[in-house]
């Protein structure tokens, strides 16, 4: 549960919650720089209304919501090498690279479980998303708990090849990436004209076309589900007319988005500590220079 080590000093009276949105971008290993950003806001007692996250973003949403202050990067440098969590040879026993399982277990005395309780007496209204197989769109979870909350957080974190699909509410689903990578569209949909977007890349950083060898390997392990298929393969022009969008609405004041300064040398899967922990500072730091604005941004 909850522990006090991660408490960040700010008591109830000095928390202010906004009606606004926080969009959160996945990016695997890059959600330290998301992470670093949250734990500013929660340093500084500031809430949304709406928290919005996908992929590592899900998972740096939900801690936020719970106001688990450091849980993040925590667990992200110091089980980075446990074998049960992250290891390439889980491939040779047939089981996922990426075992999202490990992240809702109990490690013992040096681990800090997510702090369900504390998430669900929250004020913000907490959305995950996910892509279907089936379909191959965007689906959503709005206030999920329980066994639907850590289901959908896999879901949306589960990227292809690395892990496995997962039984939702709503069918098979994997990394809500692939079908809506930067889902302020989302916030928009739920009526907030004040949204916050937290990107894991600069805001110049475009995707290049999908290669052959990824279409052979989509096509291949996705037969069934072509249309998962063909939303995988156009995720490159989705993301980079997204990010278009996303620059003009910033340029025109009407989101404020936080997106790392320089290029983020940080892989999926990254297995150097140092760097997960940069990024994190870097996001902490980031989110400190630029509190004048955002308030200025959510007051007006």
Same mark, same amino acid.
């Given at each position: 549960?909850?522990?006090?080590?991660?408490?960040?000093?700010?008591?109830?009276?000095?928390?202010?919650?906004?009606?606004?949105?926080?969009? &959160?971008?996945?990016?695997?290993?890059?959600?330290?720089?998301?992470?670093?950003?949250?734990?500013?806001?929660?340093?500084?007692?500031?809430?949304?209304?709406?928290?919005?996250?996908?992929?590592? $973003?899900?998972?740096?949403?939900?801690?936020?919501?719970?106001?688990?202050?450091?849980?993040?990067?925590?667990?992200?440098?110091?089980?980075?090498?446990?074998?049960?969590?992250?290891?390439?040879?889980?491939?040779?026993?047939?089981? !996922?690279?990426?075992?999202?399982?490990? %992240?809702?277990?109990?490690?013992? =005395?040096? =681990?800090?479980?997510?702090?369900?309780?504390?998430?669900?007496?929250?004020?913000?209204? +907490?959305?995950?998303?996910?892509?279907?197989?089936?379909?191959?769109?965007?689906?959503?979870?709005?206030?999920?708990?329980?066994?639907? %909350?850590?289901?959908? &957080?896999?879901?949306?974190?589960?990227?292809?090849?690395?892990?496995?699909?997962?039984?939702?509410?709503? $069918?098979?689903?994997?990394?809500?990436? &692939?079908?809506?990578?930067?889902?302020?569209?989302?916030?928009?949909?739920?009526?907030?004209?004040?949204?916050?977007?937290?990107?894991?890349?600069?805001?110049?950083?475009?995707?290049?076309?999908?290669?052959?060898?990824?279409?052979?390997?989509?096509?291949?392990? +996705?037969?069934?589900? !072509?249309?998962?298929?063909?939303?995988?393969?156009?995720?490159?022009?989705?993301?980079?007319?997204?990010?278009?969008?996303?620059?003009?609405?910033?340029?025109?004041?009407?989101? +404020?988005?936080?997106?790392?300064?320089?290029?983020?040398?940080?892989?999926?899967?990254?297995?150097?500590?140092?760097?997960?922990?940069?990024?994190?500072?870097?996001?902490?730091?980031?989110?400190?220079?630029?509190? !004048?604005?955002? &308030?200025?941004?959510?007051?007006?």
């Amino acid at each position: 549960m909850y522990n006090n080590h991660y408490s960040n000093g700010i008591t109830e009276e000095m928390k202010m919650l906004y009606n606004a949105a926080l969009v &959160l971008e996945g990016g695997a290993m890059r959600g330290q720089y998301s992470a670093g950003v949250t734990d500013a806001f929660l340093k500084h007692g500031i809430e949304f209304r709406s928290v919005i996250g996908v992929s590592a $973003g899900a998972l740096c949403g939900a801690q936020f919501v719970a106001k688990q202050y450091g849980r993040m990067i925590h667990v992200n440098t110091t089980y980075r090498h446990d074998p049960n969590y992250i290891s390439l040879r889980r491939a040779l026993k047939r089981q !996922p690279v990426l075992n999202l399982d490990f %992240l809702f277990e109990d490690h013992g =005395w040096d =681990w800090h479980n997510f702090d369900e309780r504390a998430y669900r007496r929250a004020v913000s209204h +907490f959305t995950i998303v996910a892509t279907a197989l089936a379909t191959g769109t965007a689906v959503t979870f709005t206030d999920p708990v329980g066994e639907e %909350l850590e289901v959908a &957080l896999k879901a949306s974190s589960s990227m292809p090849f690395f892990a496995t699909p997962q039984m939702t509410a709503q $069918g098979l689903c994997l990394d809500g990436g &692939l079908a809506n990578s930067i889902p302020f569209n989302i916030a928009q949909q739920q009526g907030y004209d004040k949204i916050v977007m937290v990107r894991t890349r600069p805001s110049d950083y475009r995707k290049k076309p999908s290669g052959k060898l990824v279409a052979q390997m989509f096509k291949h392990t +996705f037969a069934d589900y !072509p249309a998962f298929v063909k939303t995988a393969l156009a995720r490159p022009t989705m993301y980079n007319e997204q990010v278009a969008k996303l620059n003009a609405l910033t340029a025109a004041g009407q989101i +404020f988005c936080l997106a790392p300064e320089q290029a983020v040398k940080v892989g999926r899967l990254e297995g150097n500590t140092k760097k997960l922990t940069q990024l994190y500072q870097q996001g902490l730091a980031q989110a400190e220079a630029t509190l !004048p604005a955002l &308030l200025a941004y959510l007051t007006r």
